[in-house]
């Protein structure tokens, strides 16, 4: 059995991957691993505070390893304070890194570099599964998460806030992916089969950012627009109760 860290962003593709994870007598998960903003707190481009990834945490019963980060890192930056994380983590005796991801190839590649530099290796549950069937089995096993991040080249922002559905499913327009893996939105997961109890929130407003993506920004993962304007996101702010 292998000593294993998840990778978590506190969305369904983790929450997804992370339940399968559970289940298998290869891997023995010995924490979470979330990277944040260190100067607000959250988690970037999913706009989650800090004390709710801890909440998710505690009611998955895994201790939270945060990894605090300058709000204008650049990937070089990124990748010395991962590198340096990882290092520890291997130290402790962890030499297997799970992910939530599900089709990005670039990404896959870029996590399984970063790690072979350390000799870790990198695993991927969901790995090029159906995103239709995905986002179906999430729903079926009970699952209960909120739309918290919408790309507004992509949605409209009244999706923004919406409970992550049957409904929201169909409502998406055609050329969205239902797990939104091209970037289109992010989710917020409060309630599920890995929880011992839901995660209490109140939704607060919905805030609009525009982004200007550069070369070597630490979302340079996320796709721009055929033209490179800077996307809008509209994030559904979510306060602990």
């Known amino acids: 059995m292998k000593n294993v860290l998840f990778n978590w962003s506190g969305g369904k593709d983790s929450s997804l991957a992370l339940y399968h994870a559970l289940r298998d007598d290869r891997y023995k998960l010995s924490g979470l691993l979330t990277s944040f903003n ?14 709710l990834i801890e909440e998710q945490a505690r009611r998955i019963g895994l201790p939270l390893h945060p990894l605090m980060l300058p709000e204008d890192i650049d990937m070089e930056g990124y990748d ?4 340096d994380a990882l290092k520890k983590q291997k130290r402790a005796g962890i ?10 190839e670039d990404l896959k590649k870029y996590r399984e570099q970063q790690l072979q530099k350390v000799q870790m290796e990198a695993v991927f549950p969901l790995w090029q599964q159906s995103t239709e069937q995905l986002s179906r089995e999430f729903i079926d096993l009970g699952f209960k998460a909120v739309v918290v991040s919408v790309n507004g080249s992509k949605m409209d922002r009244s999706f923004a806030g919406r409970e992550y559905d049957a409904g ?14 091209n970037g289109e939105f992010h989710t917020f997961v409060y309630d599920g089969p890995i929880f011992d109890a839901p995660v209490s929130f109140k939704k607060r407003e919905v805030v609009a950012r525009t982004y200007e993506l550069k070369d070597g920004d630490s979302h ?12 809008t996101y509209f994030y559904q702010d979510l306060e602990s109760k």
Not at 220 to 231: A, D, R, T, V, Y
């Open 38 to 51: 260190g100067a607000n707190n959250r988690v970037s481009m999913h706009g989650i505070h800090q004390r």
């Open 168 to 181: 929201f499913l169909t409502d998406l327009p055609e050329e969205v992916d239902p797990c939104g893996e």
């Open 80 to 83: 010395r304070i991962m590198q």
């Open 95 to 104: 030499h297997t890194c799970l992910f939530g991801d599900i089709c990005l």
């Open 220 to 231: 340079s993962f996320q796709q721009l627009e055929s033209n490179n304007s800077p996307p």
